[in-house]
């Protein structure tokens, strides 16, 4: 049997997959449709496939990263995880002692007016 294979963004996978299931949910509370067990069949068979070939999404994680710093917490060339970004201006990093400090990614005072370094990690 011949197969073709879909390529699909990851968000429209799983689209795709919850309306055949909203089709075949609605179509045994309503009757609206009126497939016979093969079409049944046909869809609960995509849906099978689909499933299968969802991707893995890829996940990342952002850290701040700095060459210096007036801060004692912060040391120069470490990678700091972004724990929240709280707006387009700033964000929070957890420092060496555990304290979480808000920063700013642009003209930040714990780097004497210098940015941050934005770095996104793949998980």
Same mark, same amino acid.
């Given at each position: ?12 996978? /799983? ?10 949910? /609605?179509? @045994? ?11 049944? $069949?046909?869809? $609960? ?23 210096? @710093? ?28 555990? $304290? ?24």
């Amino acid at each position: 049997m011949q197969k073709a294979e879909l390529e699909l963004p990851v968000k429209q996978f /799983h689209q795709l997959y919850d309306l055949l299931g909203d089709i075949l949910d /609605h179509e @045994s509370d309503t009757n609206d449709f009126n497939m016979d067990n093969s079409d049944i $069949e046909l869809i $609960e068979d995509i849906r099978t496939e689909l499933f299968n070939q969802i991707p893995d999404e890829k996940t990342y994680t952002d850290y701040a990263i700095t060459g210096r @710093s007036s801060n004692p917490s912060i040391q120069a060339g470490k990678l700091y995880k972004i724990v929240e970004q709280t707006s387009k201006y700033g964000f929070k990093l957890e420092v060496e002692d555990g $304290e979480v400090i808000y920063c700013l990614f642009k003209n930040c005072a714990f780097l004497n007016g210098r940015d941050w370094t934005i770095i996104n990690v793949e998980n």
